[in-house]
């Protein structure tokens, strides 16, 4: 029998140490086991819609929800759309400016509560050029340069309208207002300058026409004042005479603001002359009225609407207006056989509401013009579907029969004021109800 082995013997301190590396050992083995199972087991044929891993491309940042939607184009609000109005507030002319500004500020009124412009509102910019064309063209200068305007509504008289339309045409910025003159009317020189009054030749036309046709006059005596107006005025009468195969009488010109006109119109009484188409303004206007009425001498005189402000009327009187008849509009007139359109009785009760004043005791003839234009400008751009200069001005040149409160109006790329001579007649300056005129006899 073989003799029995010796183990040595243990101690309890060795016993732990070994009970505790049998346990690290088994916990490094479980990790790595761990480890190995949650990596993909490679594919033997890669899919089709395998994307690169993300570590090859830089992470995105997206916004969040609420963020994305507060700079959606389609919810942030519009930028407002800057028109300019550029007129005649002060100064000599300051009252047709005013009358202006009242019927532009309820035309932007009405079209803001509605949503304005192709959705965007307009913001209004104006000012007032005193009738100065030297402050006319250095406020168009600010208002291009410094507002950023493309759209300009004025002016209100010509020679301010002049001094703009060169800068404004190279600047591409297109104007409409109330000009009259020919020259501001050229629609191949200008053709970003537009109007709603009638030029000088269509105001001498329906002057000529009712001399002509209604009163029926063998013998016709021109008077005019030595001015700017009074020259091309004087000439279109010719024109329009001469049209209608007359020739005038008698012709006198007289300097603005002589105090007596008793030699001119002596002049033209001495020549027999039956009627007494006058290129006369304001204070001229009231003196030769009332030096008529001084020499009882009773004979028609036909002017400009000058002649139905409240200043010659107030100047002259009733009595010595009854055959004194001034060019207005058809839609603001009437007779017993033409009533004012429904439109235009519409506009007259909310300038009453507006001027807090019923009934109107001024004529409604300036606030409904740049009513109307500011409405034109809205037609304009909504059709041009911009507010670019050339593409408004292009707009523009396409408009016909648009139904104002004043007028219809009718623009091509040829003819840059929208009126016609049916769009005149003849009134009593004396005659005013409720803002519109009554018509001269024979309507």
């Keep these: 029998m073989l003799p029995r082995r010796a183990y040595p013997t243990r101690t309890p301190g060795a016993l732990l140490t070994t009970i505790l590396a049998i346990l690290l050992i088994s916990s490094l083995v479980a990790c790595s086991a761990g480890s190995q199972t949650t ?30 939607v507060s700079a959606s184009p389609s919810t942030a609000p519009a930028a407002p759309l800057k028109i300019g109005a550029l007129l005649t507030t002060s100064g000599p002319v300051g009252e047709a400016g005013t009358r202006q500004m009242v019927g532009l500020e309820m035309a932007i009124e009405e079209i803001n509560a509605s949503g304005g412009i192709m959705g965007r509102k307009i913001e209004l910019i104006q000012r007032d050029d005193g009738g100065d064309p030297t402050k006319a063209l250095a406020a168009a200068h600010e208002l291009v340069e410094k507002q950023g305007v493309t759209l300009i509504l004025g002016t209100t008289v010509s ?8 800068y404004l045409t190279e600047q591409k910025v297109v104007l409409i207002g109330s000009h009259s003159a020919a020259a501001a009317v050229d629609a191949q020189k200008y053709p970003y300058g537009f109007t709603g ?107 400009n609407s000058d002649l139905a ?33 429904e439109k235009g009785k519409q506009f007259v009760a909310k300038v009453a509401k507006k001027m807090n ?58 003819k840059h004021s929208g009126l016609d001579l049916d769009d005149l007649v003849m009134v009593k300056p004396a005659s005013l109800r409720d803002g519109v005129f009554e018509m001269a006899p024979g309507y």
């Design 159 to 166: 020679s301010t309208a002049l001094a703009v339309l060169p």
């Design 309 to 341: 402000t409240t200043a010659v009327v107030q100047g002259v009187g009733p009595e010595g207006l009854k055959l004194t008849y001034a060019y207005n509009f058809k839609r603001l007139a009437f007779s017993d056989k033409l009533p004012v359109l």
């Design 357 to 414: 004043q019923s009934p109107l005791k001024e004529s409604v003839q300036q606030q409904a013009l740049f009513y109307d234009l500011t409405y034109l400008i809205k037609a304009a751009v909504e059709a041009a579907r911009s507010t670019e200069g050339a593409k408004v001005a292009a707009a523009l040149d396409s408009i016909k029969d648009f139904d104002g409160v004043e007028a219809s109006y009718t623009f091509t790329k040829e």
């Design 197 to 303: 009054s009638p030029t000088s030749s269509l105001q001498a036309a329906i002057i000529v026409k009712y001399a002509v046709d209604i009163v029926k006059a063998q013998k016709i005596g021109i008077l005019a004042e030595s001015s700017a107006y009074g020259n091309g005025t004087l000439a279109d009468l010719k024109a329009q005479l001469e049209a209608q195969r007359v020739q005038p009488t008698a012709v006198e010109q007289y300097p603005q603001g002589t105090l007596d006109m008793t030699t001119a119109l002596s002049s033209l009484r001495k020549a027999g002359v039956q009627v007494i188409l006058g290129a006369t303004l304001g204070a001229d206007s009231v003196r030769i009225l009332k030096n008529l009425q001084s020499m009882n001498w009773e004979v028609p005189y036909l002017g």
């Design 39 to 68: 990596s993909p087991a490679p594919s033997a044929q890669p899919s089709t819609s395998a994307k690169a891993p993300e570590t090859s491309k830089p992470a995105e940042s997206k916004p969040a929800a609420s963020a994305s």
